[in-house]
């Protein structure tokens, strides 16, 4: 596995091993141990995550505020813009954020450690994105903030006026009146 360093530090881009050959291919999406040797960061999941989504779904900016979930990200069919934004207050980097394309073709994943919201837009006319959770979902920690925070200024790439959003989307509050992280 490759590790790629990113803008926000904590915040990994990995790039398996690929083997390919004449059938298709093979490659390994988790080792716990190669995670470790090369992060330094021994992380237990315990919560597989799929969801499926049209063009030009956002979903996000979606953390839990107490028992935070680090995210281990991959796209299996389609791609997205998958984006991770820094909500530690305390953080020089709190409220900054990056965005990678994440898709079945170039099998990159993306390591969202705790700490840190995460969105992705459907790139495409559908994706399937897998996600593993170190922490299990809690449905009263769950918090979101707007997608289109002017504070935030996430370059999504709409291909529409307005993307299509879940109720809890549409309605989060924004960034300077959220619960984040101290």
């Known amino acids: 596995m490759k590790v790629v360093s990113t803008d926000l530090p904590e915040v990994l881009l990995l790039e398996p091993k690929v083997f390919a050959d004449a059938r298709g291919y093979f490659l390994e999406s988790w080792n716990a141990r190669i995670f470790r040797e090369a992060t330094g960061q021994d992380v237990t999941f315990v919560q597989d995550n799929h969801s499926r989504s049209s063009r030009n779904v956002i979903r996000g900016i979606h953390y839990q505020l107490f028992k935070p ?104 509050p924004l960034l300077a009146q959220a619960e984040v992280f101290t």
């Open 69 to 172: 979930q680090g995210k281990l990200v991959r796209v299996v069919s389609g791609s997205v813009l998958d984006i991770a934004v820094d909500l530690r207050r305390g953080s020089v980097n709190f409220g900054k954020w990056i965005s990678f394309e994440l898709s079945a073709e170039n099998k990159r994943q993306l390591w969202i450690p705790p700490g840190f919201g995460h969105a992705f837009q459907v790139l495409g006319d559908s994706a399937d994105v897998l996600y593993k959770a170190s922490e299990y979902w809690i449905g009263e920690y769950d918090r979101a903030i707007r997608w289109n925070d002017p504070d935030l200024g996430i370059s999504w790439q709409l291909s529409a006026a307005e993307p299509t959003l879940a109720e809890k989307d549409a309605r989060a």
